[in-house]
Nanobody, 123 residues
């Protein structure tokens, strides 16, 4: 199982980015996918998740600005990030878990992880 996160970059405050998480080796249909982020010197934080029934959840810090979605045909999950600010600067990681129908915010340990993609919000 491999996860490949992409789409990060440098963006000005107020701007937008769309991250992608492409899965290979498994069928996305049965998996819950989450996004996490880790800023320098800080612990890794959960950002958002979507389960196999397309139930979505967000941390309070991104609610209303970020949207998670999945395209099972492409085996890819997206994180649309709008109205970005400096506090969103971090390395973003996607993770997958076969407990796809679970209430995804409380999955304790996502089984598969991808390498991160850097998001930098700066003027």
């Amino acid at each position: 199982v491999q996860l490949q996160a992409s789409g990060g970059g440098l963006v000005q405050p107020g701007g937008s980015l769309r991250l992608s998480c492409a899965l290979s080796g498994v069928n996305l249909d049965y998996y819950a996918i989450a996004w996490f982020r880790q800023a320098p010197g800080k612990k890794r934080d959960w950002v958002s998740c979507i389960n196999s029934a397309e139930s979505t959840h967000y941390s309070d810090s991104v609610k209303g600005r970020f949207t998670i979605s999945r395209d099972n045909a492409r085996n890819t999950v997206y994180l649309q990030m709008n109205n970005l600010n400096s506090e969103d600067t971090a390395v973003y990681y996607c993770a997958a878990d076969p407990r796809g129908s679970s209430y995804c915010p409380v999955i304790p340990e996502y089984k598969y992880w991808g390498r991160g993609t850097q998001v930098t919000v700066s003027s």
